[in-house]
């Protein structure tokens, strides 16, 4: 016995009406599950690690809830990093999921999971005065928000498309 059937709730609903259930199903789990352990692993985990290696009072750690930003005397802006696996990953994501586009989802999932690791070993060679590792975080929020722009017109489009093709007249 099959308890879903993927087949037969696609053909059964209409493309638009599939389209709102996974966006809302997605932001349901990201509002109660993900984001509070985001927030969590933000201000236990990373905020107190990060204050360990600032030994004078040049460096200020800003402590926001999904984000870290780090102000160095003699910067004119902070350098930071998100906490990676939120919003601008699950909006995509769930319009991958409902295009059933499995390339979109591993390259969304592979560049998140390259985000849990890279930017934090940045933002601690910033702190250690490596200037090197500020202008790459500046540019990982470049390139980030970039890739977002470009997951979200790949899979509106889509959308679009699988729309167009489902409309009966």
Not at 3 to 21: A, C, E, H, M, T
Not at 23 to 30: M, R, T, V
Not at 62 to 86: A, H, M, N, T, V
Not at 103 to 125: A, E, N, R, S
């Amino acid at each position: 016995m099959v308890l879903f059937d993927k087949n037969k709730w696609r053909g059964r609903y209409s493309f638009p009406l599939q389209v709102i259930s996974y966006l809302g199903i997605f932001s349901l789990i990201y509002l109660t599950i993900v984001r509070p352990v985001r927030i969590d692993l933000n201000t236990k985990i990373l905020i107190p690690i990060f204050e360990t290696f600032t030994e004078n009072d040049s460096i200020i750690i800003e402590s926001k809830q999904r984000r870290i930003e780090i102000l160095i005397e003699g910067y004119d802006r902070s350098r930071g990093f998100g906490i990676p696996f939120g919003g601008y990953f699950w909006l995509p994501f769930s319009l991958f999921v409902v295009l059933r586009y499995k390339t979109g989802m591993k390259l969304i999932g592979l560049y998140h999971l390259f985000l849990i690791f890279v930017p934090p070993m940045l933002g601690l060679l910033f702190i250690h005065g490596i200037h090197l590792g500020g202008i790459l975080l500046r540019l990982n929020e470049i390139i980030f928000h970039a890739l977002f722009l470009i997951f979200m017109f790949v899979g509106i489009k889509g959308i679009l498309k699988k729309w167009r093709e489902n409309k009966k007249f």
